[in-house]
């Protein structure tokens, strides 16, 4: 079973200040997925990385793939309360069979 | 608005009552799914169904039924269960069939917050 470590779980910062969460694994993926989930709303596709080392950048939101596709991260510059939210990586996996596991997730909370 | 509507929003019911949540995507997508988020718990899957088909059943508890009539709706019946199953129950659909081709994005529901008293 694969498993998905997001860090930190929980996060509570003030506006205007970077952050960075990590989502790590000891699998290899052949993509990772992150999603952002609003309160009383379901999770939103944010972006989807599939190269080993790939960078993606949303705006002020920054989405890092490990060299070896077990890792992502997601660094916010400059966070905005609009940022607040449930942040899930996913990571696809397929080996005949395609699979796609969710991480324990990183609850932020930004600060007016 | 994700184009995947799920209703009711919110149910409470006892542990005797029967009911059931339903699932509408407006997408034409080929694939549907249930998953069940709770406190402290990263998303379960349930069940997959991909052309109205159950594709995946992951060891869910009986007194959980799934049923997909058309590629366009979804409901999940619900019978005899526990307190410990009160969690949001999202419904999801993507392009792909989620049976070894590209699955791709996941478009949820709002979720339907289940309490069992």
């Known amino acids: 079973t694969q498993l998905l470590e997001q860090s930190p779980q929980f996060l509570s910062i003030q506006e205007g200040e970077n952050l960075t969460v990590y989502c790590n694994s000891s699998?290899?993926?052949?993509?990772l997925q992150w999603y952002r989930q609003e309160p009383g709303e379901g999770p939103v596709l944010l972006v989807t990385?599939?190269?080993?080392?790939e960078v993606k950048k949303l705006k002020r939101l920054t989405f890092q793939f490990g060299d070896a596709r077990k890792d992502s991260s997601l660094h916010i510059t400059a966070a905005q309360p609009g940022d607040t939210g449930l942040y899930l990586c996913?990571?696809?996996?397929?080996?005949?069979?395609?699979?796609?596991?969710f991480g324990t997730g990183t609850r932020l909370t930004i600060i007016p | 608005e994700t184009g995947v509507t799920q209703t009711p929003r919110h149910l409470v019911m006892g542990m005797t009552n029967k009911k059931s949540l339903k699932c509408e995507q407006h997408?034409?997508?080929?694939?549907m799914y249930w998953y069940k988020q709770s406190a402290k718990k990263p998303l379960e899957l349930m069940f997959v169904?991909?052309?109205?088909?159950?594709?995946e059943n992951n060891s869910v508890p009986s007194r959980f039924s799934p049923e997909c009539p058309n590629s366009s709706h979804l409901f999940l019946h619900l019978h005899t269960l526990q307190p410990e199953d009160s969690a949001l129950y999202l419904c999801?659909?993507?392009?792909?069939?989620?049976?070894?081709?590209?699955?791709?994005?996941?478009?949820f529901g709002e979720g339907s917050r289940l309490t069992v008293l």
């Open positions: 999801a659909s993507s392009q792909g069939t989620g049976t070894g081709e590209n699955t791709g994005e996941l478009f």
């Open positions: 699998s290899v993926f052949s993509s």
């Open positions: 990385v599939v190269t080993g080392g």
């Open positions: 996913a990571g696809v996996t397929n080996f005949g069979n395609e699979k796609l596991t």
């Open positions: 997408l034409g997508h080929n694939a």
């Open positions: 169904y991909s052309l109205e088909e159950r594709v």
